[in-house]
C-alpha cells in the first residue's frame, strides 16, 4: 500500500472506530461499503481493508446481502489498543479509565512481585533508568517526556514478569497511560509521591524483595485511582 493509500486507510478506520465505540453507530447499525466509499471518497478497496480490520476486533461483522453490522458491545475486543484509544477519546472516557485502571491494579502489583524473583541484571538496570527518567521529567510540565519513560517502566516490569500473559498488556497500559496525558487526565507535573514510588519498585526490584514489589505497587494503582476521582469523576 501507498503512503497515500495508508493515510486514506488509518483516516476511515479512525474515524469508523471511534464513530461505533462512541455509539454514533450504535449496535446493529448497517455499514454499506457503497455509501462509505461515498462518504469518505475513498476506493472500496480501500473501505473493505477497513472493514476486515474492524472485524478483527469485534467491532462489527460482513454478511452477504445485509452489508456490515455493527457487533454488541459485549463482543468487542476491549484489550486490542486502537479499541482501548478510541473509548478514552470518547465521552465515555471517565468509566474507561476507571475500568482499564482497575485492571492495573489487579495485574500490575502480582507481576512486580514476580519481576522481583524473575527480572534479569538488564532488566533491572533498565527500570532503575527510567524510574530516574521519570524522577528527571516529573518537574516543569515535561509530561511527554514523563510519559515516555513511565510507559517503559511498567513494560519492563510487565515483561519481568516472565508471564507471557503479562507481558501481552504492555500495550494496554501504554495506551491507558497515554490516553491520561493527551486527554488531560493528569496533574500539570506528576504527584511526587507516585513519583517516588516507582523509585521505590526499581529498588525492590533490584533487591529480589517480591513483597515489597507487590506492595509499593498496589500503592501505585491505589493513587492513579484516586486521581481519577479528581480528575475524571
Known sequence: MSTEGHGLHTHVLDSLGLAITAGECPPGSVL???????????????VREVVRVLESMHLVESRRRVGVTVRPTEQWNVYDPRVIRWRLAGAD????LRSLTVLRSAVEPVAAGLAARNATPGQCAALTECALGMVATSRGHQLEGYLKHDIAFHRIVLNASGNEMFARLGDVVAEVLAGRTHHHVMFEDPDPAAVTLHVKVAEAVREGDAESAERLTREIAIGALQELDVLAP
Not at 454499506?32 to 480501500?46: G, I, K, M, N, Y
Open 32 to 46: 454499506r461499503t457503497d455509501e462509505l466509499a461515498q462518504r469518505f471518497d475513498v476506493s472500496r478497496t480501500v
Open 93 to 96: 472516557r471517565p468509566r474507561q
